[in-house]
Each structure stands twice: as structure tokens, then as C-alpha cells.
């Protein structure tokens, strides 16, 4: 299994221009995750996807929008790229285990917006 | 005030060290507690979760929570270079889960 796996590994955006960070998993998992990474502020969570076909927002959606392909993939769309927006998003998935969400993280896209 | 608080480090140890890394926490309605590792350039992996107050061991890890003073402990015994990495604290309920900023942990050989 691959576990989750995120494209592309590394982006450079100029202020403006748009992109789509795409992120699959193969573990039937229901529930999906987009976060950001930032120095000194841990992990914040972007959307998230409960299950197929629903997404809500996290802590910081705005500038972003999110699509649930299907089951198994969850994309995060930057409209219009702003250098405040640098940062490496990671993807996740869950699934209920023992009466909590054990998060599976991908290996994340370093994005640069210049 | 920031969720969870965790000193960023980074903290830097020689091999064979005991390992204190520690977080606090303000909101009381999350049930679980977790430590995820994070390798440079990777992305996090599960650790250990707790659900209660008390001590939960692996191996050379051992989780605390003492949920009257908010307070989360990750300690590593006979530390080793493979440590070297950073670790992040989480309080998780439902589908939210707030993560601490991570603390840079060295093991040097």
C-alpha cells in the first residue's frame, strides 16, 4: 500500500497564478484533511472531507477551495496564488479507530509563491 | 492564546538520554491525546495516543496526560540518533484535532 500520496512534490507559483494540489489514499479511508505548515504554527487544518461527497472548512479556508473527487481522492485549489499562502501543505486521512481519528499524513508539497 | 503550547526547541541530547518533551492544552472538551513524529521532509506519523490521565508505555516511549492541569508529556528512554526528529503534540475530538507547533529534538551520537 502506498498510504497517501500527494502531488507535486515541490511548486513555485507566481503572485496570481493558480494550481491544484492533488492528494489520493488506498486505504478506504472516509475521512480526508488539507493542512498547512508553518513555522512556529504547527499544523492547521485548511478542509476537510467527513466522508464522500461533504467538505467543510477548518481553521484557515479562505483563499482555498477543495474538491472530494471520490473515496479515495480530495484536491486543494489555490485560485489566486498570494505570497502569504507559502507554506507545505500536507494531506491526511482517517478513520475511526478505538473512538478516535488516527491521521495518516502524505509526505506534503513545498509551495513557494513569489 | 494558542490551543496547545509546546516549546519549540529545539533540545538537543546525547545518545542515551532520557527524553522530556511536553505540551499544555487550554480547551478540556478533547478526549485524546497524541504524539506524532515528524522526520525533516516528511510528513507526520502516529506516535502514540492516550485517551485518560495516567501513563501508557511503548517500548522505549512513554506517554502521560494529566488532564487536571492540562498537561501532556512524551518521554523517550535510551535516546537514540534515529529520534533525532521533530515532535508534535495533539488534543483530538471527533474530526478536529489541534497540533502543537512541534519541538526539534537531537540526538547526538
Known amino acids: 500500500n502506498a498510504g497517501v500520496t500527494q502531488t507535486p512534490k515541490f511548486q513555485v507559483l507566481k503572485t496570481g497564478q493558480s494550481m491544484t494540489l492533488q492528494c489520493a489514499q488506498d486505504?478506504?479511508?472516509?475521512?480526508m484533511y488539507w493542512y498547512r505548515q508553518d513555522p512556529g504554527m504547527g499544523l492547521r487544518l485548511i478542509y476537510y472531507s467527513a466522508s464522500e461527497g461533504t467538505t467543510d472548512k477548518g481553521e484557515v479556508p479562505n483563499g482555498y477551495n477543495v474538491s472530494r473527487l471520490n473515496k479515495r481522492e480530495f484536491s486543494l485549489r489555490l485560485e489566486s496564488a498570494a505570497p502569504s499562502q507559502t507554506s507545505v501543505y500536507f494531506c491526511?486521512?482517517?478513520?475511526?479507530?478505538?473512538?478516535?481519528?488516527?491521521?495518516?499524513f502524505g509526505p506534503g508539497t513545498r509551495l513557494t509563491v513569489t | 492564546q494558542k490551543e496547545v503550547e509546546q516549546d519549540p526547541g529545539p533540545l538537543s541530547v546525547p545518545e542515551g538520554a532520557i527524553v522530556s518533551l511536553n505540551c499544555t492544552y487550554s480547551?478540556?472538551?478533547?478526549?485524546?491525546f497524541m504524539w506524532y513524529r515528524q522526520y525533516s521532509r516528511k510528513g507526520p506519523e502516529l506516535l502514540m495516543y492516550?485517551?485518560?490521565?495516567g501513563n501508557k508505555e511503548d517500548g522505549r516511549f512513554t506517554a502521560q496526560v494529566d488532564k487536571s492541569s492540562k498537561y501532556i508529556s512524551l518521554f523517550i528512554r535510551d535516546s537514540q540518533p534515529s529520534d533525532s526528529a521533530t515532535y508534535l503534540c495533539a488534543i483530538t475530538g471527533g474530526f478536529k484535532t489541534i497540533f502543537g507547533a512541534g519541538t526539534r529534538l537531537f540526538v547526538k551520537a
Open positions: 492516550t485517551y485518560s490521565s
Open positions: 491526511a486521512s482517517s478513520e475511526i479507530a478505538g473512538g478516535h481519528y488516527e491521521q495518516y
Open positions: 480547551n478540556s472538551a478533547f478526549q485524546y
Open positions: 486505504m478506504n479511508h472516509n475521512s
